[in-house]
């Protein structure tokens, strides 16, 4: 069998990650013999999460990666310059408390048309068929400029 990296998603509680998440893999001993390691989609909230003492239960002893992250519309910290410092200990917890050997934030840019990129993205891009100049007045058409309260977590 080909090796698998199997995802499953936490949503704020980790407690449920690998003993249901990655379930029916994770309690199959020869399923599970194919598995590199466990990636998470946790969305974006308290920087403690690695910390919990379950969350590395159900593993196996495959490492753990975090997959995607972004802070949701309507969070308290949701663009803020708050989530700079959140994001920055919750990814050092994750690798010093999970033992992960990576984490991702898959959203790079996302464009200025879209309601969620203060809390998902590195950085913001402009469509070119965007002509609405009142987010981003300065940014082009086709350019890209940093999203400062996520980006500055990843410097």
């Known amino acids: 069998l080909p090796r698998v990296c199997v995802s499953t998603c936490v949503c704020v509680c980790a407690a449920c990650m690998c003993a249901s998440g990655a379930s029916p893999i994770a309690s199959d001993a020869a399923a599970r013999a194919n598995v590199d390691l466990w990636t998470v989609h946790y969305v974006g909230g308290g920087s403690d999460v690695p910390l919990a003492p379950d969350f590395t239960d159900g593993t196996y002893g495959i490492p753990i990666i975090n997959n995607e992250f972004e802070y949701q519309p309507g969070q308290a910290i949701f663009g803020t310059p708050q989530s700079t410092l959140n994001t920055a200990q919750l990814i050092m917890n994750f690798f010093t408390f999970a033992q992960s050997p990576g984490f991702y934030w898959i959203h790079a840019l996302k464009p200025t048309t879209n309601k ?32 400062p309260s996520n980006a500055h977590c990843d410097g």
């Open 116 to 147: 969620e990129s203060a809390g998902y993205s590195l950085g913001y891009w402009r469509p070119p068929q965007d002509t609405n100049m009142t987010r981003f007045p300065d940014l082009a058409p086709r350019h890209w400029v940093y999203n």
